[in-house]
């Protein structure tokens, strides 16, 4: 009768199925890991690109209404030109920029606008309501992220809002 | 490669390539969820536009109050060249003090004198003929096309008034004469009739009298004569009338007191001493101020430029 090595470490276990083993848990892990995390991280990414859009629309927003105020302060002889530097990208998608007009004399002798901030990868949009006492024109009509440039002059009496 | 039927000692290798792999995967999943963190951070510290605002707002005050203060201490000097070239330093000098200290925050500031527009006070303060400063006798034009009069009032005594109506002649009574820019006349005329007599003649022809014991006190530019007991009222010229304004006195002589006309505008060609109609420091003088001045104002930052044009008035920005 032969003495059995009772503290062997491969007793009854082939090394291929050892291997299996390791390459099964690791092959789960990571399945589980995408499909558990997946939906999580597309959820964060979207939600975060739509926070930083809404950041970012806000401070197109104070930056119109600070170049719309100093045009009011400045009187019938002002030239301004702010330049808003702004990400060209947010939470790592391209994104565009673009002000709509929507507003009704019968309510407000002001203007409203409503800057809206598109991104197509997350498909997202954010939107920021601004209001002015004098119109705002933009060129082109939709511009994209990067540094903008909101401008006054009091010959036309109106804010230009450009890509730089 | 490790041998699948190695010994156990090597499987090992397999796992470390697989635990890399799972820390790779984990730091990609960690870098896009920091991704929002990141942009946040980012955005939230863009807000420029408030501060450049309130920098341009903080200037312009700055050189409101200043050449405010200006314009009060240069308003001793008795000749309109010296003023503007006293407030043409005054701008200066704040200029390249602000500059200065606006630079080291890598801001640019331009502060410049583009106009000044003037007010003219004629003042005869001690009692005499409404003659020129040399008393001569003949009508005499005391300010010409000015854009608009302030104030005019006549402290008229009764002691050398002619007695007669009429204003014909050396002879006949003073008067005051405005003429407007369409060439309408508006006058007023004083003779002793038993007492102070004032006829004053409208446009439009109109004529009305008033009469008052001496002094009476005529304030042209309102429309009241009192002579202390009685406030009579007549509209005045003003109203009937446009600018620019030409007031003369005819029959300077035959009429004696007091006056003070504050016009807008520099009357004199040359300087005042030069004019023989006023004296700078008997009667009838004139003292001139700097009613306003027009500026240009330049304030350039990386992110801001602005250039504007403001108007400063005497006293302005006192708080």
Known sequence: MTDRDVFATDRGVSAIVSYALVLGIVALLTTALFVGFAPFVTNQQHDSVHATLEVLGNDIAGDVDSV???ASYAGNDATIDLRTNLPDRAGGATYTIEFNNETDPDRSSRYDYVIELRSTDPDTLARVSVRTDRPIQVEPRVLDGGTIAIAFAA?????????? | MASLTGGSDRRGQLIIVAAIGLAVLLVAMAFTLNTAVFANIHTAQTDTGVQEERGVVHYQHSIERAMGEVLVSINTATEYDTLESDLEDGVAIWHRSARSEYLRDGVATKVALTDVRYETTVIQNETRTFTTRDGSDSNWTVVETVPEVREFVVELSGEDLAETNSCEGNDGCAGIEITDGNGDIWQLAAYDDGGVTVTVESP???TTDFTADSPVEIDVSNGTIDDGTT??????FSDEMDAPYTVRYTNPDNASGTYTLTVDGKIVDDTIEADDRYTVDGSPRIEADVASADLEVGYRSPALTYETGIQIRRGEGDD
């Open chain 2, 231 to 236: 406030v009579q009222e007549f509209t005045p």
């Open chain 2, 204 to 206: 439009t022809g109109t």
């Open chain 1, 155 to 164: 010959d036309e009496n109106e804010l230009e809002v450009r890509h730089v």
């Open chain 1, 68 to 70: 719309d105020r100093l």
